[in-house]
């Protein structure tokens, strides 16, 4: 197939398993990074509209499966992440870290400091409604910016991305370039101590120095339809794993933590049927133990590697 001209970098067959936070997963038919928003519209703009197009970040919550995917790959680069203050509103290229954000907001004197411990960019941030410490993205958005399948600029409020517990509803194919949240003003040395506090509370209880995804499972039940933790609902996805008995459990080079059971880490060799396959196991073992079906927080995209 023929590709639009692009003045970025455009990649056949690109393996993506140096772009994930696990290290695994097969090519891309095509990765796309494209020189600037308009390079973006262009590119999208030209190719052929029944090719699947895939927007990822920094794959911070991502199994890609070991056949790779079908499809091009949009992954957006240094012409992406900046970020300007004013007032207490914040403007976030999509492929800024969200702990950068956080950073640069706090020093600001902006109260953003629920995203210093998430990891990813802010693009994947704004489509999950990533939340953290009892606060989410859909509390502080304004609006965000986005490139739609055919190209066009668009501008997307809170009630068009309907933002719920780790889901909004982004149509297939637009890709977030940018995004504005507000925070309340703070002290900046008050707020740069909180994120040492949630970052030491975190490094304690978290396998950081561990090839993880993040939370594999989402809690079971008890969020409302605004996409808030119910604080009064104390089931936790670590503890129906424990009691199934699957904390430590391994498949190949994957495992789920000592230290945190709801964390899948890549041990060394892995590969992405391992952790997906021990993933399923757990699910499994789960149901069979409470009767409670866990959910993936975890992506899984891709084809599994073909058969020898």
């Known amino acids: 197939m023929t590709m639009p001209t692009v003045r970025g970098t455009l990649t056949p067959q690109r393996p993506l398993n140096d772009l994930t936070w696990l290290r695994v997963g097969g090519p891309a038919d095509w990765l796309f990074q494209p020189a600037d928003v308009e390079d973006l519209q ?5 190719l052929d509209p029944s090719v699947p197009v895939f927007p990822m970040g920094v794959g911070s919550n991502l199994i890609v499966r070991d056949g790779g995917i ?25 492929a800024l870290l969200d702990s950068m954000v956080a950073r640069k907001a706090a020093a600001a004197g902006v109260d953003l400091t629920f995203l210093r411990t998430i990891p990813g960019a802010i693009g994947g941030a704004v ?12 509390d502080h958005f304004v609006s965000a910016q986005a490139v739609t399948r055919g190209g066009e600029l668009v501008t997307l409020t809170a009630n068009d991305l309907n933002f719920r517990y780790r889901q909004t509803d982004l149509p297939e194919g637009w890709i977030l370039i940018s995004a504005t949240l507000k925070g309340a003003p703070g002290d900046p040395d008050a707020l740069a101590a909180r994120m040492d506090d949630q970052l030491a509370k975190r490094d304690a209880t978290q ?4 090839r993880s995804a993040g939370s594999t499972f989402r809690n079971p ?22 009691d199934a ?10 495992q789920m933590s000592e230290k945190h059971s709801n964390f899948l880490i890549n041990t060394g060799d892995a590969t992405a049927q391992d ?3 021990l993933g399923e196991e757990v699910r499994k073992r789960v149901f069979q133990n409470s009767g409670i079906t866990l959910e993936w927080e975890i992506m899984r995209v891709g084809e599994p590697a073909p058969e020898a």
């Open 245 to 254: 008995g699957m904390r430590g459990a391994r498949i190949g080079g994957a």
């Open 275 to 277: 952790l997906e396959q």
């Open 207 to 210: 396998p950081t120095k561990d």
């Open 70 to 94: 079908r499809a091009v790959v949009i992954r957006l680069g240094r012409n992406f992440n900046g970020i300007d203050i004013d007032g207490t509103r914040v403007t976030a290229g999509a």
């Open 221 to 242: 039940a008890g969020f409302s339809s605004t996409g808030r933790d119910d604080d009064t609902h104390e089931l936790k996805a670590w503890k129906v794993i424990d």
């Open 127 to 138: 489509r999950m409604n990533a939340g953290c410490y009892g606060a989410y993205v859909a």
């Open 42 to 46: 262009d590119f999208l703009r030209a």
